[in-house]
């Protein structure tokens, strides 16, 4: 879904500067011209050219090309003043643009579907990214007794731990989990980021199986300190209120001390479920900051794969 945005930017590029500045300049004495030369046919003296007035139908004819010739003069000149000004103005603050994306981004490739897929495809991983407010909640635990364990399953699920690092599986359950949460930042990754991220001892992905169907997944990180993070937490939406993510994240949180961990600790934020936080500090996380920034998100809905057009969970 598109929405209107307003983007702060440094400053503009020349070439930009000068073609706006040009175009307007060359459309608006082109119009202004051409009504001069609705005069001109009626025999009013208001159009000249080399000192002599143009009249009648050679008026009216000549009028758009005059306008033309005079507001490219005039353009080149106003944008050498416009671009001075803008660079000097971005010294001292930033430029607002409005972002409204056009029709055209929604539409089709006339290729095919190989081409339409690539180019969304392409679209998601280079979104032109916005600015939006986020809150980001911050919960530790800092001792296992704290822990408060959800009761069983709805719904039994098996746990696997991922034991061989396997990019396509992590970037499924990354797009797949994350796509209606806003989970961006690692689309753009390649082959050689994901292995470099996985391969790594104090990394761990276990994914949780509801029939043989991949319901959920986690990733710890133990890190310095005796920290252990959980890095990564959710469920497919299909799994999503089905009475398994309380029993999920007892798992992980679980899996996470027996790292060895001295402190476990998760941050959430505005752009995930409602009950992400409530279902945190239920199982004994406690808030240790919040923060509230300005984060660049895309400028649509994101998708677990291009044109899926997934109904929101």
């Known amino acids: 879904m598109n929405r209107t945005a307003i983007l702060d930017i440094a400053r503009m590029r020349g070439a930009s500067i000068f073609k706006l500045t040009l175009m307007g300049s060359v459309m608006g004495c082109t119009l202004i011209m051409s009504v001069f030369g609705v005069g001109a046919l009626f025999g009013l003296e208001i159009l000249q050219w080399n000192e002599q007035y143009v009249t009648g139908i050679k008026g009216l004819v000549a009028s758009p090309f005059i306008g033309a010739f005079v507001g490219l003069l005039f353009g080149v000149f106003s944008a050498v003043f416009v671009y001075v000004g803008l660079r000097f103005y971005s010294l001292f603050s930033g430029i607002s643009l409005e972002y409204i994306p056009s029709n055209h981004d929604n539409q089709p490739s006339e290729k095919g ?80 980021q994901w292995l470099a991220y996985l391969d790594r001892p104090e990394l761990e992905t276990w994914v949780a199986y509801v029939s043989g169907t991949p319901a959920g997944y986690f990733e710890l990180e133990r890190q310095s300190g005796g920290n252990v993070e959980i890095a990564y937490f959710g469920l497919m939406p299909n799994f999503i209120g089905k009475g398994i993510g309380g029993a999920l994240l ?22 995930d479920h409602p009950q992400a ?31 899926a057009d997934r109904p929101p969970a």
Not at 178 to 183: E, I, K, M, R, S
Not at 295 to 301: A, R, S
């Open 277 to 307: 936080c409530q279902n945190y500090q239920a199982r004994g996380f406690t808030v240790f900051k919040t923060e509230e920034s300005l984060e660049e998100l895309p400028d649509h809905n994101l998708e677990p794969w291009p044109g």
């Open 113 to 192: 579907t190989t081409d339409r897929g690539e180019q969304q495809d392409e679209q998601e991983e280079n979104a032109l990214l916005v600015q939006d407010a986020v809150i980001t909640t911050y919960l530790e635990m800092t001792d296992r007794s704290a822990f408060q364990p959800a009761g069983p399953p709805a719904i039994d699920f098996q746990l696997v731990q991922v034991e061989l690092p396997c990019p396509e599986l992590n970037r499924f359950l990354y797009t797949s989990v994350g796509a209606d949460l806003c989970w961006y930042s690692r689309l753009p990754w390649s082959y050689a």
């Open 250 to 271: 007892s798992e992980a949180i679980a899996r996470a001390w027996d790292m060895g961990a001295k402190r476990v600790w998760v941050h959430t934020c505005s752009l």
